[in-house]
């Protein structure tokens, strides 16, 4: 009776170790390592378009490995950022002088007492027509000490017009200075508005570019650009943007978006419009961008851009430990970690931000060695118990 208590304790600890050590999922088809950095023990990965295109669309086969095992991870995109409200501060005129030639003028937020400011770009009134200017942007605390914020090209040629000026950064700034360098047509900004838009913030932070292949060819007076699906998908892609040393004004068309773009000189300035938005669309097939071109000849595309939306992976690491992400499985099982709770303590600790390495088919053979290793240690386990019992069935008989 003794011996078959024994046989039954030693069947459940083999088939209980088998399902903690076996891994949760042998048929990732991708993994790449996990080159740690900084001394932050949570740590940050970003996810670009070599990840994304090869994961499954919703994200679900992706999975962190430390030495291994599968531990929990935040995914951190545009979902899960929290930010500010969409809002527009006024100006009102504060200062205007001159100096060798260039004019400058500076405007200062009316606020209320106490009101937080916060923007991402400067929108102006201008009354003048057929200009083209680059205008330098300066910010200021106390109208006394200037930061050199950017410069943008502001114009308004025929029918075409650019007004806003996009801020690299999110600006807190309450006096703005505007540098118009040899203002001979006496350019006037009579009203500045500073504005912060969700959207702008979301391109600006949860964004990269990369220039895919593509195959070029002319057909009914149209200009056909193809870019393999195997390059796009999965991506969320915010924009496409032509690089082209062409003069021209055409209509360019992705599925059913349409947009005029133009690249046109005036005053020896180039004036450019060949970003086309692509309202975070994600292509089933080949992605095709269509160029009217009419009765002129086809214009010369040098390369694209296509900006896209990424996510960044967030872990707790620890000391020793080796990590490893593996993705690819189509239809795989969407995890849920507890992390997602404390997701707001995780981005208050703050990150140290790290990079993947060679990505690699996740071939059988190595599928096969998770498994075999799940083994292997099921069986010392098992090896160890048996042992034990051994030594407490030794100590029974001796007594």
Not at 39 to 56: A, F, G, Q, W
Not at 90 to 112: R, Y
Not at 315 to 321: D, I
Request: proline share 3%; glycine share 4%; net charge neutral.
């Amino acid at each position: 009776m003794f011996h078959k208590i024994l046989l039954i304790i030693i069947f459940c600890i083999f088939f209980t170790t088998t399902s903690l050590a076996a891994p949760k999922e042998t048929n990732m088809e991708y993994i790449a390592p996990i080159i740690l950095q900084g001394d932050n023990p949570y740590k940050t990965v970003n996810l670009d378009y070599n990840i994304l295109t090869k994961r499954s669309a919703n994200a679900s086969s992706l999975r962190v490995l430390e030495s291994g095992k599968e531990i929990p991870y935040l995914l951190y995109d545009q979902n899960t950022k929290t930010h500010l409200a969409n809002t527009s501060f006024a100006t009102k005129k504060s200062d205007f002088f001159s100096k060798n030639g260039d004019d400058f003028v500076d405007f200062k937020i009316t606020k209320e007492a106490n009101q937080d400011v916060y923007g991402n770009a400067l929108s102006l009134t201008i009354l003048n027509t057929n200009f083209a200017k680059n205008i330098t942007v300066l910010g200021s605390s106390d109208s006394n000490n200037w930061t050199y914020l950017t410069e943008s090209l502001v114009y308004h040629v025929d029918n075409k017009q650019n007004y806003t000026i996009p801020l690299l950064d999110t600006c807190k700034y309450e006096y703005y200075r505007f540098k118009i360098p040899n203002n001979k047509e006496a350019i006037s900004i009579t009203k500045v508005n500073l504005t912060y838009t969700e959207e702008a913030e979301k391109i600006r932070t949860f964004s990269d570019g990369f220039r895919p292949t593509f195959s070029v060819k002319s057909e009914n007076k149209k200009t056909l650009i193809t870019i393999p699906f195997d390059e796009v998908k999965n991506l969320k892609l915010f924009s496409a943007e032509l690089e082209t040393d062409s003069l021209f004004e055409r209509n360019v068309s992705v599925l059913n978006n349409t947009d005029t773009l133009y690249n046109l000189t005036f005053q020896n300035l180039s004036i450019q419009k060949l970003l086309m938005n692509l309202n975070e669309f994600t292509s089933s097939s080949d992605l095709i961008i269509v160029i009217d071109d009419g009765n002129d000849p086809p214009i010369h595309v040098k390369g694209i851009t296509l900006r896209y939306n990424t996510s960044n992976i967030i872990f707790k690491s620890q000391p020793n430990e080796s990590y490893a992400i593996t993705f690819g499985k189509e239809n795989a099982a969407s995890p849920q970690y507890d992390v997602t709770a404390y997701s707001n303590y995780m981005l208050q600790e703050g990150v140290s931000f790290c990079h993947y390495g060679t990505i690699e088919p996740l071939s059988v053979k190595k599928q096969f060695a998770m498994v075999q290793a799940g083994w292997i240690l099921n069986v010392v386990v098992c090896l160890c118990a048996i042992v034990l019992i051994g030594f407490i069935i030794a100590a029974i008989k001796k007594k």
